[in-house]
């Protein structure tokens, strides 16, 4: 049994879809200067403006933390990301088949070693804490042990990972192909001891289609279908040199999705990265289905693969969360990657709010994801998975900060200008699980 918290600072979630208005009406909860009230479950019981709610809430034991001055927020929710890529991150010079065989492939490779697994694991899961990322949909690597590692790592810090051993038999180098037997018996027996168990949730991960023998994917299809809760997460229309090749192999399909459709890997706990080169069918296809697209901006722009039409995709009906897509993105920070976003949209004509980024990065992924309950809000019964942020660093930031006109400049000066060293604290089911390092003494400064 925790403690109860009282935590003080400028509360800021999403209650609804803002849509893409910079008045987002209702959806917008603003408490500026409010008292945060979580219970000794981690979860959230409401919040207050004065003291003396604060006091009667602690009552005796309880813990009062003080960041008035501070944003607080949910924890973000990153829908596509791969945890042994912080080692290619920032690899020069390629574009999609080139950068994985050139970088990831052998990077990867490495997780093949339990030791190696874990200390990469520990270090992704730290690595995202500290910029605020408190849930997240993985790849590891095609290696049992590195979901294992992964799963392990989560559970000690008490997060919230979605996350599956990847499937690829074929396409890729010795040591980094499975087979699709024993892929099937590690799954079910990943499903079995991962799934349900504290905040672990398991997602059927084939790498893409063309990493899979089409027997492959059809027991993937298969393990949805016998697992109905579990998700399913891979890659669809990142990059034009890979949708031609993905024609080549399997010629019989209408489109690149629809490889996924003919093996049963359509659903409404699918999310799909990056979807750029999708068409008008496919959208419907997601639609219906009800699967998502995780759009990952900066992995986009770095490895040069083209501009996500958002507006269109939700146009047809299609959801869309964001992904920082690390190694391929630059940045695990998703105040980082929205900002990239907004710069996607502009270049196509299009402007991203700071509402609508943020409800993509909380309480959208959330929805999208069935964790609502759990995740993605402020709203009372949540856990309380949370970020205490600065809202400024830096004279020209604090400057902007201090003119900014209304709300919505305020906090969309924040996701442009901000990163991972604007976290303070990140909070996991009411522990705290990172606090920014002080300055160190100099010293200068010893008597
Ligand atoms: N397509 C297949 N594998 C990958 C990967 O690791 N990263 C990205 N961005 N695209 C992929
Ligand atoms: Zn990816």
Redesign the pocket.
């Known amino acids: 049994m925790k403690q109860r918290i009282a935590l003080r600072g400028d509360l800021l979630d999403l209650t609804a879809d803002p849509g893409w208005q910079v008045d987002p009406g209702a959806a917008v909860r603003f408490r500026p200067d409010h008292w945060l009230l979580v219970d000794e479950h981690g979860r959230i019981h409401g919040a207050c403006a004065d003291d003396a709610g604060a006091d009667a809430w602690l009552a005796p034991g309880g813990r009062r933390i003080d960041c008035r001055g501070q944003l607080v927020t949910p924890g973000f929710i990153d829908t596509?990301?791969?945890a042994p890529?912080v080692d290619v991150i920032a690899s020069f010079g390629t574009e999609l088949l080139e950068w994985l065989n050139t970088y990831t492939f052998p990077a990867e490779r490495k997780y093949a070693d339990p030791v190696q697994a874990e200390r990469g694991s520990a270090l992704f899961l730290d690595a995202l804490l500290a910029c605020g990322t408190t849930s997240a949909l993985v790849?590891p690597t095609v290696h049992k042990v590195s979901a294992e590692a992964l799963f392990g790592a989560a559970a000690q810090r008490g997060m919230r990972i979605l996350a599956g051993k990847v499937l690829m038999n074929r396409h890729a180098p010795e040591g980094l192909l499975d087979d699709v037997d024993q892929s099937e018996r590690d799954c079910v027996d990943l499903i079995e001891r991962w799934h349900g168990r504290g905040r672990a949730g398991y997602a059927v991960t084939p790498r893409f289609a063309a990493t899979s023998t089409p027997e492959q994917l059809a027991m993937a299809g298969r393990l949805c279908a016998a697992h109905p809760g579990v998700y399913l997460q891979t890659?669809v229309a990142?990059n034009r040199a890979e949708v031609r090749w993905m024609a080549e192999l399997f010629p019989e399909a209408r489109s690149y999705l629809d490889i996924y459709v003919r093996h049963g890997l359509m659903n409404d706990r699918a999310v799909f990265?990056?979807g750029i080169w999708l068409d008008d069918t496919d959208r419907a296809v997601l639609r219906e289905a009800g699967a998502s697209i995780a759009f990952?901006p900066s992995?986009n722009m770095f490895i040069g693969s083209g501009l996500f039409d958002w507006r269109q995709a939700e146009s047809q009906g299609v959801a869309v969360n964001v992904?920082s897509?690390v190694g391929?993105g630059t940045s695990l920070s998703m105040l980082r990657t929205l900002a990239d976003g907004y710069k996607v949209l502009a270049l196509q004509g299009q402007k991203l709010t700071a509402w609508k980024a943020l409800h993509a990065a909380t309480l959208g992924a959330a929805e999208q994801l069935k964790l609502a309950d759990e995740i993605g809000s402020l709203r009372p019964g949540t856990l309380a998975d949370l970020v205490v942020w600065d809202w400024a660093q830096g004279p020209v930031a604090q400057r902007r900060h201090e003119v900014a006109r209304d709300l919505h400049e305020r906090v969309f000066a924040w996701m442009t200008l901000g990163d991972e060293r604007y976290v303070a604290s990140t909070w996991v089911a009411g522990e705290e699980r990172y606090r920014r390092p002080g300055p160190a003494a100099s010293p200068l400064d010893r008597p």
């Open positions: 596509h990301v791969h890529q790849f890659h990142e990265a990056h990952c992995s992904g897509d391929g």
